[in-house]
């Protein structure tokens, strides 16, 4: 399984942008996705997942920091897997990382390569 991210970017406090992740190789008919974040000299941090369970899906968690500003979401046709994030803060800034927990084991077992969100004050 690869995951690819993008659709990072610069962009100003207040502002939106939305990731991407998509997924090739093989596809789950149960599994979750979340989407991680590591700012320099931080620890990568929580953000949001999304889960399926036998292709049905929907069910969302979010961090406290971003409740109310993100929205995660996927298409499965797509094998795609979307953070929407509005109302961006400079504290946002990091590399976003999304990562797959194939067997729904609390473990994430692929990874992506990161895609770099930066926002101006």
């Known amino acids: 399984v690869q995951l690819q991210a993008f659709g990072g970017g610069l962009v100003q406090a207040g502002g939106s942008l939305r990731l991407s992740c998509e997924a090739s190789?093989?596809?789950?008919?149960?599994?979750?996705m979340g989407w991680f974040r590591q700012a320099p000299g931080k620890e990568r941090e929580f953000v949001a997942i999304i889960s399926w369970i036998n292709w049905r899906g929907g069910t969302t968690s979010y961090a406290d920091s971003v409740k109310g500003r993100f929205t995660i979401s996927a298409d499965s046709a797509k094998n795609t897997v979307y953070l929407q994030m509005n109302s961006l803060k400079p504290e946002d800034a990091a590399v976003y990382y999304c990562a797959l927990d194939s067997r729904q084991a609390g473990q994430y077992d692929y990874w992506g390569q990161g895609t770099q969100v930066t926002v101006s004050s």
């Open positions: 190789g093989r596809t789950f008919s149960s599994y979750t």
